[in-house]
């Protein structure tokens, strides 16, 4: 069964990036579009950003636009989201999650991501601690 792990997050100051990995290992993963989530302290669940399995089409919140770009290596069952110029309200436990390409499609449509129990495979989370 796909089982996402997270890992590449730490407690870094303002202004610097990470680069989190979501990897499933011994799973060919190329037939799975991947959602990267998060939850800051004390909130909800919060879509951040979505790639489709094979043509890398990609939805970002608005709130991370021109900072967060994800990505994905199929060869090496990996998605990667690179967050950059971090800020204090950027700390969070950092999830990604499975879907599908429809989905991906949908969310594009909508102009935001689809409910969370649409997602599978959740990982266990990285942290990332944004403090100066």
């Known amino acids: 069964q796909l089982q996402f792990v997270e890992s590449g997050g730490g407690l870094v100051q303002p202004g610097v990036s990470l680069r989190l990995s979501c990897a499933a290992p011994g799973f060919a993963l190329d037939s799975y579009a991947v959602a990267w989530f998060r939850q800051a302290p004390g909130k909800g669940h919060e879509g951040v950003s979505c790639i489709s399995s094979r043509d890398h089409m990609a939805y970002y919140v608005d709130s991370v636009k021109g900072r967060f770009t994800i990505s994905r290596d199929n060869a090496k069952s990996t998605v990667y989201l690179q967050l950059n110029s971090l800020t204090p309200e950027n700390t969070a436990v950092y999830y990604c999650?499975?879907?599908?390409?429809?989905?991906?499609?949908?969310?594009?449509?909508?102009?935001?991501?689809?409910?969370?129990?649409?997602?599978?495979?959740w990982g266990q989370g990285t942290q990332v601690t944004v403090s100066s």
């Open positions: 999650a499975a879907l599908s390409d429809r989905d991906i499609t949908t969310i594009q449509a909508l102009g935001h991501m689809i409910p969370l129990h649409d997602y599978k495979n």
